[in-house]
């Protein structure tokens, strides 16, 4: 899965996939490494190509990480095209004070199995 830290923030994110396809589980792990709580972050989950994916929750909010602790959340993606091979899929978390993200991390999607 893709891996991204941001210093300035003290946060991580770690994400993998879960499925064949074309339905597909991306399992989102975002860590808070700072002693200070972080929070009021907003993820944003958006296909590289909107035609090759439908992402099931593509925002949401994480009011607040507790320090040392991992969150999990799960967020479900459809290959709209699997005939056309993989495409990607892109994660942005922000901060609602913060002008530019905290972090990207650029999700490579495995081949979908074709729909049967």
């Known amino acids: 899965g893709a891996a991204s830290h941001a210093a300035a923030a003290n946060l991580s994110m770690n ?3 879960q499925g064949l396809g074309p339905r597909f589980r991306l399992l989102l792990n975002l860590s808070n490494e700072g002693q200070e709580l972080a929070t009021d972050l907003q993820v944003l989950v958006q296909a590289e190509d909107e035609a090759m994916y439908q992402v099931h929750t593509p925002h949401f909010a994480v009011p607040a990480l507790v320090p040392l602790l991992q969150y999990t959340y799960k967020v479900d993606a459809t290959c709209l095209q699997p005939a056309q091979g993989a495409g990607a899929v892109r994660v942005i978390v922000v901060g609602r004070a913060q002008q530019s993200p905290l972090m990207t991390a650029l999700v ?6 074709l729909d049967e």
């Open 15 to 17: 994400v993998s996939i």
């Open 108 to 113: 490579n999607m495995p081949v979908s199995e």
